[in-house]
């Protein structure tokens, strides 16, 4: 996938293409339905198939107060987009210049001048251009006059609900990973890298990695969770406690914790990703170590089983999800 930082970095003659256009946070089972028909739809009609996105959610530059946190960075973004056989990304950032565009203008420039598009797939609550004055029958408009067709989609219903991004991020805040890999086509994930600690865990017996805040992805919420963890590549059975550890005095108020199981492995400094299987139980302060161990070995063993029944059932929800 070739991967467009701004309208300056499209080669002069690129296409013609098909194009759709949205922020794809998540790139959850929504989008992929989008992207399912319009590599149909460009492969049918010999068109190279385009995802025009944003750097960043509109809500960031024009109402920052309510603007959701990203399930996604751009890059765990662009590996996602790249999986689906686009054969380009152009990502727009939204800036003000950006933000005042005319839909017309944003017609001209974007998808006739820049992408050369012949076909343009939008959703049912499609909107673009300056205050989101654009809809699809203006879309339509600019189509004739600018040569491109335009295809509406339907949204894709997972148990009768349309997915969406804001369900997702409910779900994830409320630790429900089950429901959100439903909605995301596959675990939940978290980028980061390995950074030292303060070797508590390593002291009681249960090294952890500790995680660099500065990640990429949407943390669930406060608990401990069953996950696999990926490290160059190989993945792990993983315990993870997010939050604070409240067993012991002056711990950071939230952090990011994975117990490798039944693997011995120096990962500082390495990148980790975490791919959220099962919540198991909220943090908990115990009344000592001794207490904290035997419900961390207990963790553990319950842990193992899920993730080995995880994987004999072939029950992983995104067998072609992004690996590292």
């Known amino acids: 996938m070739q991967l467009f ?15 759709t256009v949205g922020k794809f946070d998540g790139v959850h089972l929504g989008h992929r339905g989008v992207l399912t028909q319009l590599t149909s739809l460009a492969a049918d009609r010999g068109l190279l198939p385009v995802v025009a996105t944003f750097d960043r959610h509109p809500f960031a ?9 990203a399930l996604v960075s ?6 996602l987009l790249a999986e689906s056989d686009v054969a380009a990304t152009l990502v727009l950032e939204f800036n003000r210049e950006l933000s005042e565009l005319p839909p017309i203008a944003f017609a001209e420039r974007i998808l006739h001048d820049a992408l050369d598009a012949r076909l343009v797939l939008v959703g049912t609550d499609f909107r673009f251009g300056h205050r989101g004055e654009g809809r699809i029958d203006s879309m339509r408009e600019h189509g004739r006059i600018f040569g491109f067709e335009v295809v509406l989609l339907e949204d894709v219903l997972v148990d009768g609900r349309r997915v969406s991004s804001t ?24 980028r980061s890298t390995v950074v030292h600690g303060d070797a508590i865990g390593r002291e009681i017996g ?6 660099d805040p500065a990640m990429e992805g949407f943390l669930p919420a406060d608990g401990v969770y069953a996950a696999w963890a990926w490290i160059d590549g190989v993945r792990h059975g993983a315990a993870v406690s997010i939050g604070n550890n409240p067993t012991f005095d002056g711990i950071p108020a939230r952090r990011t914790e994975a117990h490798l199981i039944d693997t011995s492995l120096d990962a500082y400094g390495k990148t980790i990703e975490l791919d959220f299987v ?6 908990v302060k115990f009344d000592g170590v001794p207490t904290l161990v035997a419900a961390l070995a207990a963790d553990t063993e319950r842990i193992r089983a899920l993730l080995a029944e995880e994987a004999g059932l072939g029950s992983d929800p995104a067998p072609d999800a992004p690996r590292p």
């Open 74 to 79: 751009n890059a765990q973004r662009a590996d």
């Open 5 to 19: 930082n701004g309208l300056g970095a499209v080669p002069p003659g690129f296409g013609p293409s098909a194009v």
């Open 61 to 69: 530059l024009l109402r920052p107060d309510d603007c959701p946190e």
């Open 167 to 190: 369900n997702i991020r409910q779900h994830l805040s409320a630790g429900e990973v089950r429901e959100a890999a439903k909605l995301l086509g596959r675990y939940p994930r978290v």
């Open 278 to 283: 099962e919540y198991l139980r909220p943090m």
């Open 206 to 211: 249960f090294p952890t990695a500790n995680l």
